[in-house]
């Protein structure tokens, strides 16, 4: 009687593990992609401060290693391809400050297609630096 017990309670567990596995692979594929989507979110955040702050230097022109907004945005993204959409914009505010606003936007994809999980996210930074008062030397 107990070897009949030992082989029953095998060939359960057998089962159950069959049942759980793709549920756990599934979870492990989405908790995949949640890491992906939060690491170009990092990316794409740092990219539009990287070009906000480059346009709201005036010496970044002349010391810089880039040569514009979009080069200075995207030094944070050189593994990221396709590389994201960078846009500039300048102006002053209500209260007369002058700001630069540097906007990143990157399509990210999924691993897999899932059908509850969206295939793909648009990924939008914005980041708006405010200018200083020039003063002669």
Same mark, same amino acid.
Not at 1 to 19: G, I, N, P, T, W
């Given at each position: 009687?107990?070897?009949?017990?030992? @082989?029953?309670?095998?060939?359960?567990?057998?089962?159950?593990?069959?049942?759980?596995?793709?549920?756990?692979?599934?979870? /492990?594929?989405?908790?995949?992609?949640?890491?992906?989507?939060?690491?170009?979110?990092?990316?794409?955040?740092?990219?539009?401060?990287?070009?906000?702050?480059?346009?709201?230097?005036?010496?970044?022109?002349?010391?810089?290693?880039?040569?514009?907004?979009?080069?200075?945005?995207?030094?944070?993204?050189?593994?990221? @391809?396709?590389?994201?959409?960078?846009?500039?914009?300048?102006?002053?505010?209500?209260?007369?400050?002058?700001?630069?606003?540097?906007?990143?936007?990157?399509? /990210?994809?999924?691993?897999?297609? /899932?059908?509850?999980?969206?295939?793909?996210?648009?990924?939008?930074?914005?980041?708006?630096?405010? @200018?200083?008062?020039?003063?002669?030397?």
């Amino acid at each position: 009687m107990q070897l009949r017990q030992s @082989k029953a309670r095998r060939a359960l567990a057998a089962v159950e593990l069959a049942v759980v596995i793709p549920l756990l692979a599934v979870l /492990f594929v989405i908790a995949v992609d949640w890491s992906r989507i939060f690491y170009y979110s990092v990316i794409v955040n740092n990219c539009a401060r990287n070009g906000a702050l480059y346009g709201s230097d005036p010496y970044s022109v002349v010391n810089s290693t880039y040569p514009d907004m979009t080069s200075a945005a995207l030094a944070d993204a050189p593994n990221v @391809k396709p590389a994201p959409t960078v846009t500039s914009a300048t102006g002053t505010d209500s209260n007369g400050h002058a700001y630069v606003e540097c906007t990143v936007t990157y399509t /990210f994809r999924t691993v897999t297609n /899932f059908p509850l999980v969206p295939s793909g996210t648009t990924i939008v930074r914005t980041v708006r630096v405010y @200018k200083d008062t020039q003063f002669p030397n």
